[in-house]
């Protein structure tokens, strides 16, 4: 679990150059438990982990998470964890967020970004207006960052903090994403991620030659077999033929022999015969 951490806090110290104190308010945030239970719901480790009837996994689920970032850390090669880690845990911007409640202290959240982007906080400024409105205006370093009017003072400040919110954000992203090591790393997994859909339409290939050279084969043997099935048949046809004609020739024999005696016996004897017939 620790040298799985050490890995990624070198990333991230190439990926978001930063104080010392950032940095580990970052991995705070990365290994908070609602990261790890998206961890174990992604990879399904529902389906892999092991545990007595009594232990309860759905609330140690982070546990097992740690126990797949070890197997990662030990037996994955390293460019190989560097893309595990840029996809489940670099990808966003939610680990720059720091750890106070979402959607309710703007303000604070508006000077975290802003001292990320511009090294300052911001500063806001309402007037009111000609007709009774509130407008409120977002600044950092005198350079408006958002701005809105409403008749609610509340209202106002509110919805001008979540425009700077979003605005500075968007701002942090934009050179998070830039970043050329990032770049690198989303160049390879892209070039990874084709080449194997290209070894995946190479076997696909492979399979359909082999199923075509194979149903040839059979085919081929299909012919084969009736061939000689065919020869086999037309060899006892033209045998039983040949018999026959034996059996003719034999029989014909025979009674040309018995006509030809027939025809050199006296009269006496064949009167005998007929006697002796009857």
Request: charged share 35%; proline share 1%.
């Amino acid at each position: 679990m620790y040298g799985f951490k050490g890995k990624l806090a070198e990333l991230l110290f190439d990926y978001q150059p930063c104080e010392g104190t950032q940095l580990q308010h970052f991995l705070g945030n990365i290994f908070k438990e609602e990261f790890l239970h998206r961890i174990f719901e992604k990879y399904k480790l529902e389906n892999l982990i092991r545990f007595r009837n009594n232990f309860d996994a759905q609330k140690h689920k982070h546990i097992f998470v740690y126990g797949l970032l070890g197997f990662v850390c030990k037996y994955q090669a390293p460019e190989k964890m560097n893309q595990f880690i840029v996809n489940n845990f670099l990808t966003g911007t939610e680990h720059l967020i720091p750890g106070f409640d979402r959607n309710k202290d703007f303000l604070a959240q508006c000077n975290y970004f802003a001292s990320l982007v511009y090294k300052s906080t911001v500063t806001e400024q309402t007037i009111k207006t000609e007709d009774e409105k509130f407008k409120t205006v977002i600044l950092v370093d005198k350079l408006q960052i958002s701005d809105f009017t409403s008749t609610s003072y509340c209202y106002s400040r509110k919805k001008a903090l979540k425009e700077a919110l979003k605005t500075l954000a968007e701002s942090v992203s934009k050179e998070y994403e830039n970043n050329p090591i990032v770049q690198k790393i989303r160049d390879e997994r892209q070039k990874a991620e084709e080449k194997e859909k290209q070894n995946l339409r190479t076997e696909r290939e492979k399979i359909r030659l082999q199923k075509l050279r194979d149903k040839k084969a059979e085919k081929s043997e299909k012919q084969k077999r009736a061939a000689t099935i065919a020869k086999m048949k037309d060899t006892a046809r033209r045998q039983a033929k040949q018999a026959a004609k034996q059996h003719r020739e034999r029989m014909e024999e025979i009674q040309f022999k018995k006509a030809a005696a027939e025809a050199r016996m006296s009269g006496k004897k064949r009167r005998h015969l007929d006697d002796k017939k009857k």
